[in-house]
């Protein structure tokens, strides 16, 4: 019987992840476990710095982006001395079980903690980026998906309205799942996503064609693409076809706040619901997941190796559908 278990949120924050807590602490409450919250994710669990959670502390978040618990990229958890602190703060607690919600980094850093203290530990997937495998929509990709649609939707007006060709940049160090998405949706005329191979000649001839059409073209470029991001692309496009009217406009941090949709709070919940289940069952170094509806383990070595990969129907979908 498991009696105590640890939860921390690391990395980028994403919407969802207060709904995920509030899963974790509420399914541990019904089964008579004790939760403590780690602050600022490993940096917490170095400092020992931490909350007691109960039934009552995770009331009226569920709607909230962000996380409640804070979350950093703790420089310090990657030095073995941290690391070590880290490990002996979960000795100190007796701690039966850890609940990590993270991206890959976090998961990295879970493996590191499992050799050197053997309780369960599982992972939730939350990060913006969806670039995990083991599940289809990672807590808080929905909604950053959500909020480039609405804002490209804005930007259409106005360039709509003036005749202008946009480049708007969205998040997505490694990852052009964001991007991907949200071209399709907002109707984007073009896309450029880090596994995509660059090839500004094929753009510039795309942009040609435009001349003859007096309408908004509106190009989504993912922030790791190889041509260096939205300013970049802009240069190239200025350089070659100077007549068009250009503007470039760099999303940013928007896309990781806000509340999160609806169904990134049933997934969330879903996610945290069975990521104490899996504990309670003897799980270890896995990611819970939810693929086709149903709920996944992915161990965190698989889960930390690939990235989700582009759905080819989906980039043939923007090709044809944009052109
Ligand atoms: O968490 C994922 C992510 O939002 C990436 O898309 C982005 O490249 C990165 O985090 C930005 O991180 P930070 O806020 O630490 O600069």
Known sequence: MIKKIGLLTSGGDSPGMNACIRAVVRTAVHYNIETVGFIRGFEGLIDNDFVKLGRESVSGIIHRGGT???????????????LGMAVDTLFKHEMEGLVI??????????????????????????????????????????????????????????????????????????????????AIASGAEALLVPELKHDSE?????????????????????????????FKVAEIIKKHCPEFDLRVSVLGHIQRGGN????????????????????????????????????????????????????????????????
């Not at 409640?68 to 941290?82: H, M, N, P, V």
């Not at 599940?135 to 003036?162: C, L, M, P, Q, W």
């Not at 005749?163 to 997505?172: N, P, S, Y």
């Open 202 to 230: 094929n753009l510039i001839e795309k942009i040609k064609t435009w001349r003859s059409t007096k309408s908004s073209k509106i190009i989504v470029v993912a922030e790791g693409d190889e041509s260096g991001g939205a």
């Open 68 to 82: 409640t618990l804070k979350t950093a990229r703790s420089e310090r958890f990657l030095t073995d001395k941290g």
């Open 260 to 323: 999160p949709t609806c169904m990134e709070r049933v997934n969330a919940s879903i996610i945290g619901f069975n990521a104490v289940k899996a504990i309670m069952k003897g799980h270890s170094n896995e990611m819970i997941g939810i693929i086709n509806k149903k709920v996944s383990f992915t161990p965190f070595e698989k889960a930390v190796k690939h990235h989700q990969a582009l759905n080819s129907d989906l980039v043939e979908l923007i090709e044809i559908l944009g052109s």
């Open 101 to 182: 919600i993270g991206g890959d980094g976090s998961f990295r850093g879970a493996i590191e903690m499992s050799k050197l203290i053997k309780i369960p530990i599982v992972g939730c997937p939350g990060t913006i980026d969806n670039d995990l495998v083991g599940t289809d929509f990672t807590i808080g990709y929905d909604t950053a998906i959500n909020t480039v649609v609405e804002a490209i939707d804005k930007i259409r007006d106005t360039a709509e309205s003036h005749d202008r060709i946009f480049v708007v940049e969205v998040m997505g160090r490694d990852a052009g799942l964001i991007a991907l998405r949200s």
